[in-house]
């Protein structure tokens, strides 16, 4: 499973990106296997506020309805509207498919690196 | 089989009208922007046409259906009989109060059973179905705590092994929703549970016994824990098959209950019939609830106007038809026959669950109530099988698949709800075809993830389905 080094991970399994104070969000490979094929992303507004460790957007498979958690406070600066029309991107490609940028980063969740985070996804299957 | 709209010719029509033999008035009204589209067919066509469609469906009459969590047990004949009175058909539902005396007292004896079989002390009968008796009952709720001047209370506590619909309902009510995780024996973590009551707690949603399967051992407790918040306890009455005239919701700790007259009081379920999710209260909740609110003055029925009333959620009285049907199940069946038709759910879920547990894994090994849930996470991994291809390859059997990946604390998720109107043979070929159907996944994964082969329709492609809905027909302009 890929899990790019450049990255940063939460234990809710999404991957967040820094440039400065502005952070790019999504969800992991793991995440988007798990939930199965995508049939609709549904994301906050540009200049919502979103709180680390709070859902900010939901997904929904064919099975379930799922939220998305912020790993970070700040304003959400950009969405990703394609994936509005076209969720799945999200199961094609999890680290181009950026759900938002958010500036003004004022708090965040504790963050795993590339290979803590493939720990813990290891951990998480041997408990299946 | 072709559409209707695919059917229909021009000019085609039930030929038996004689000719029109009144002058011809054109009525002066706009235009339709569109072209009004009714498809044009011959009684003949229309006749097998719909014969057709209903070939297609499948129903608790074709054969078992252990649907967890939707109690689709057989609906009795006579329910249907007493229905079709034309006492009750004919009335209208505009007609003064006093001119249907015996509709009003037909209301008011389901309103009084239901109430002695929740422990509850008012009702009202309006909701149209489970989910609307949800919202209405966290209406009371809200109406109970702004009553109070008591504002702060904006949060409803909701387990994660919910019905989705319990979060929806709250939303919509207006409150914040505080998802707490269940235990490892998919009951309330009674510590959890203490850590989010506070000032702010408006009410817990609970369903007992629990979207598991599981009685609540430490349901007294657990009522108790939010009423010392200051907030209440609504119950969710899906599962209530399992107890009805054993244990009482009232008694239990619980101020508001909705309950489903489509599933536990056998009336029809699913395929959009009407439905009716009556919410039962205490005594402190009555002021609030919904009018006209059907009330006993000595052996007479009358309406009366709550003094605090939410207003009305349902234009009139509800599907009134469906509480005829409900009321004739609980007469037929009686003091003995309610409990009676519990226990028996009860050991039919417990019977299949015995009998599969060697081959399927529970996801909660113990004794259940009336519904119990399978994991096919193992196999998913190790033979690449999943719940989705047993499911699918009930269908085959001539059964229609139970629920599938909920709840959502278990992955892989099968919930079977046999009921109590199924008798041991059928549960036996239940079993035999899912035992059956394991060892095709052992020897043949590849059959399993094509079935079912037996079916009008197939495997649906639910991602493109999802994806690019489409829900009209479209017309060459």
Same mark, same amino acid.
């Given at each position: 499973?890929?899990?790019?080094a450049?990255?940063?991970?939460t234990?809710?399994h999404?991957?967040i990106?820094?440039d400065g104070d502005?952070?790019c ?17 549904n994301l *906050?507004?540009?200049g919502? +506020?979103?709180f680390a460790?709070?859902?900010f957007?939901? %997904? #929904?498979? =064919?099975? &379930?309805v ?6 970070v ?7 990703n509207?394609e994936l509005l029309?076209? *969720?799945?991107?999200?199961n +094609?490609?999890?680290y181009?498919?950026?759900f938002v940028k %958010? #500036?003004? =980063?004022? &708090?965040?969740?504790d963050l795993?690196d ?5 720990a ?9 | 089989m072709?559409l209707i709209f ?10 038996l009208?004689p000719?029109?033999?009144v002058?011809?008035?054109e ?6 922007a569109?072209?009004l589209h009714l498809?044009?067919?011959s009684e003949t066509?229309?006749?097998?046409h ?11 009459n ?17 329910n249907?009989d007493m229905?079709?009175?034309p006492?009750?058909t004919g ?7 006093d001119?249907a005396k ?6 008011l004896g389901?309103?009084e059973s239901?109430?002695?079989i ?5 009702m009202?009968?309006?909701?149209a179905?489970?989910a609307?008796?949800?919202?209405t009952g966290?209406?009371?709720?809200k109406?109970?705590?702004t009553d ?7 949060k409803i506590i909701?387990?994660?092994s919910?019905?989705?619909t319990?979060p929806a309902?709250?939303?919509?009510a ?5 998802n707490?995780?269940?235990n490892?024996e998919?009951?309330?973590?009674l510590?959890t549970?203490?850590?989010v009551?506070?000032?702010d707690t408006?009410?817990l949603m609970?369903?007992n ?7 609540d051992?430490?349901?007294k ?12 306890c609504y119950y ?6 399992a ?7 009232g008694?239990?700790?619980?101020d ?5 007259l489509?599933k536990?009081?056998?009336t029809?379920h699913g ?5 009716a999710?009556?919410v039962?209260?205490k ?6 609830l ?10 007479e029925?009358f309406?009366?106007?709550?003094e605090?009333?939410i207003?009305?959620?349902r234009?009139f009285?509800g ?5 005829v049907?409900?009321y ?5 069946l009686?003091?003995?026959g309610?409990?009676?038709?519990s226990?028996?759910a ?7 669950r015995?009998?599969?547990k ?5 996801a909660?090994?113990?004794?259940c ?6 994991t096919l996470?193992?196999e998913?991994h190790s ?6 291809d047993?499911a ?9 698949p139970p629920?599938?990946y909920?709840?959502?604390?278990v ?7 046999p009921?109590?109107?199924?008798s ?11 035992l059956k159907?394991?060892?095709t996944a052992?020897?043949n ?5 094509g079935a079912p082969?037996t079916?009008?329709?197939g ?6 389905a ?6 009209k027909?479209?017309?060459?302009a």
């Open positions: 499973m890929n899990f790019p450049e990255l940063k991970y234990k809710s999404e991957w990106a820094f502005t952070a969000i999504g969800i992991t490979d793991y995440a988007q296997e798990e939930l199965g094929d995508l049939v609709f992303a *906050p507004q540009a919502d +506020e979103v460790g709070e859902a957007a939901d %997904v #929904e498979s =064919v099975k &379930a799922s939220d998305i958690y912020s790993p406070t700040g304003t959400v600066l950009e969405i509207e029309d076209h *969720p799945e991107l999200i +094609e490609a999890p181009d498919a950026w %958010v #500036e003004g =980063v004022s &708090a965040q969740e795993l590339a290979d803590e985070y493939a813990f996804v290891e951990e998480e299957k041997a408990k299946e | 072709k695919e059917e229909s010719r021009p000019g085609r029509k039930l030929g009208l000719e029109c033999d002058e011809k008035y009525i002066k009204a706009p235009k339709r569109l072209k498809p044009e067919m066509g229309i006749s097998r719909y014969t057709q469609l209903a070939k297609q469906t499948r129903g608790v074709d054969g078992f259906y252990p649907l967890g969590s939707c109690t689709m047990k057989y609906n009795p004949k006579i249907e229905a079709s009175l006492g009750f009335l209208h539902p505009l007609q003064p109060a001119t015996g509709a009003l007292s037909l209301m389901l309103k239901l109430c002695e929740t422990g509850m002390d008012d009202t009968l309006q909701p179905a489970g609307h008796g949800e919202f966290l209406l009371l709720i109406a109970y705590h109070r001047k008591d504002l702060a209370r904006t909701v387990p994660d919910a019905h989705g319990n309902s709250a939303h919509m207006g409150f914040e929703i505080v707490i995780k269940s490892e998919g009951c309330i973590d510590d549970l203490r850590s009551c506070g000032p408006a009410g609970l369903t016994p629990n979207t598991v399967g599981i009685f051992p430490n349901i407790e657990i009522t108790d824990i939010v009423h010392a918040a200051g907030g209440l969710d009455g899906a599962n209530l098959n107890i009805t005239g054993i244990a009482r919701p008694d239990m700790g619980f508001v209950i909705h309950l489903n489509h536990t009081f056998s029809p395929g959009g019939g009407p439905g999710g009556p039962g209260c005594s402190f909740l009555k002021k609030f919904p009018w006209p609110v059907v009330e006993r003055q000595d052996s029925a309406l009366s106007m709550p605090k009333s207003g009305t959620v234009s009285f599907n009134f038809l469906v509480m049907k409900a004739t199940y609980i007469l037929s009686g003091k003995e309610i409990p009676e038709a226990t028996n009860v050991l039919n879920a417990n019977y299949m015995v009998k599969l060697d081959k399927y894994k529970m909660f090994d113990h004794t109530m009336h519904e119990f849930v399978m996470e193992h998913k033979l690449g099988i999943t719940a989705m047993i699918k390859g009930l269908i085959d059997f001539g059964i229609h629920t599938m909920f709840p959502l604390i992955h892989e998720a099968l919930m079977i709800e009921t109590e109107t199924e041991k043979e059928t549960l036996d070929d239940c079993i035999d075809a899912f159907l394991y060892e052992l020897e994964g590849e059959k399993l993830h082969y079916s009008p329709i495997r649906p492609d639910e991602v493109l999802a994806r690019s809905l489409k829900l027909y479209e017309f060459e």
